[in-house]
């Protein structure tokens, strides 16, 4: 009998504002394997902090940025050096603050028509030149507009000079990128994959929405099987829920966040009781993200055609604040839970053990995945 030789897959590498998170896979005859994973997350400084809260445009200053991308290129040149790390292809992906999320409507046409026609439709709504900027776009669905039929069109965008400069960034550790993925869809293909290895279902593939739950932003996405058909960026993040939280306790905002990390860290029963608690308490401030979502939720129904989402998986560091996921579930009204990436992709997920934190390195790790 033969048997199909294993399959190295490029180490994932999730660099953010926050932490920098790897991962990497091999692929054989019929299922995964993770060779490696690595996580580090930066030192929280009380004046970036305060900057984040404060709502300004970057939500880190610039100083921060710098020292947080070498802590992580150092990192990462440590780890692709031993842990168990092989190689030296990897996909990336931008922090998200770089990545630019546009919804435009176009009159139907032909998918090769629609790269010219977005470059032009794009021409004064993103902050940068669209010539100078690399497009990625989804088409969402289709809609009515003064009885035209248009298609609904997500763009994922990035400038150039940036995207070149993090890859020159990883060239410079030794590290050859294959690829470049953005946060909001590489969180959903470790879904993807494992609806793509499922077997056949009558009722049809399930749809999911994912959300990543960040400390300045929230990023939304929703997949039908191997199909990513909307993805939202929510400008609003769990600091807001710190900074409620410290004033509902009188309590200044270090100590909200060393709060909300112990129920993260530690997800005792007594933990999630004691943040099930917390949360109900600032209970305005938590339904407005859930707002977001929910309005998320309509706009993909417009465009999909009613279409319901069965499920929902919270992942990102903050999907491991199990109280934080369970209230958001009961203003949803929707099957919530925290997501499994790895799990999802070697078959056996499990939502107890979960490192919901790992799910765009996965994702990123299965750019070559069969």
């Known amino acids: 009998m033969a048997y199909r030789k294993r399959t ?12 920098v998170h790897m991962a990497q896979l ?24 305060q900057v984040t809260l404060d709502d300004n445009e970057d939500g880190y200053s610039k100083e921060a940025q710098e020292e947080n991308l070498e802590l992580g290129l150092s990192f990462i040149r440590k780890r692709i050096s031993g842990d168990g790390f092989r190689g030296k292809d990897a996909v990336i992906s931008l922090p998200a603050h770089h990545l630019m999320i546009q919804h435009v409507r176009l009159g139907t046409m032909q998918p090769e028509e629609l790269a010219p026609a977005l470059a ?21 669905g289709t809609v009515s507009e003064n009885n035209e039929a248009k298609q609904d069109i997500i763009v994922l965008a990035a400038r150039r000079s940036v995207v070149e400069k993090h890859v020159a960034n990883m060239d410079r550790i030794g590290l050859h990128v294959i690829g470049v993925g953005a946060e909001p869809c590489a969180m959903c293909y470790a879904y ?23 400390m300045r932003t929230t990023h939304v996405a929703i997949a039908r099987g191997q ?9 609003q993040g769990t600091h807001q829920l710190t900074r409620s939280l410290a004033q509902a306790r009188s309590i200044p905002i270090g100590e909200a966040m060393a709060l909300r990390e112990s129920w993260r860290a530690s997800p005792t029963p007594q933990h999630i009781e004691a943040a099930v608690e917390a949360y109900n308490s600032i209970r305005p401030a ?15 129904a417009s465009l999909a055609r009613g279409a319901r989402v069965d499920r929902v998986h919270f992942v990102g560091p903050d999907a ?7 209230v958001l579930g ?36 299965l750019f070559s995945a069969e």
């Open 8 to 19: 190295l897959l490029p180490i994932g590498i999730h660099l953010g504002a926050e932490a």
């Open 26 to 49: 091999d692929q054989g005859e019929g299922d995964v394997k993770v060779l490696s994973k690595a996580s580090l997350y930066f030192p929280a400084r009380n004046t970036d902090l």
């Open 120 to 140: 032009s439709e794009l021409r004064g709504k993103l902050p940068c030149d669209a010539q100078q900027a690399v497009i990625r776009h989804i088409v969402a």
């Open 192 to 214: 993807g994959y494992a609806a793509a290895h499922a077997p056949p279902s009558q009722e049809g593939p399930l749809s999911l929405m994912v959300v990543h739950l960040g």
């Open 227 to 235: 199909e990513t058909t909307f993805v939202k960026e929510v400008l």
């Open 286 to 300: 938590l339904e407005h993200l859930a707002e977001e979502i929910e309005s998320c939720l309509r706009y993909h």
């Open 320 to 326: 491991c604040d199990r109280g934080l996921v369970r």
């Open 330 to 365: 009961t203003c949803l009204n929707l099957p919530c839970e925290v997501g499994d990436p790895i799990g999802t992709v070697l078959g056996r997920p499990d939502s107890e053990h979960a490192e919901p934190h790992m799910a765009v390195a996965v994702g990123l790790s």
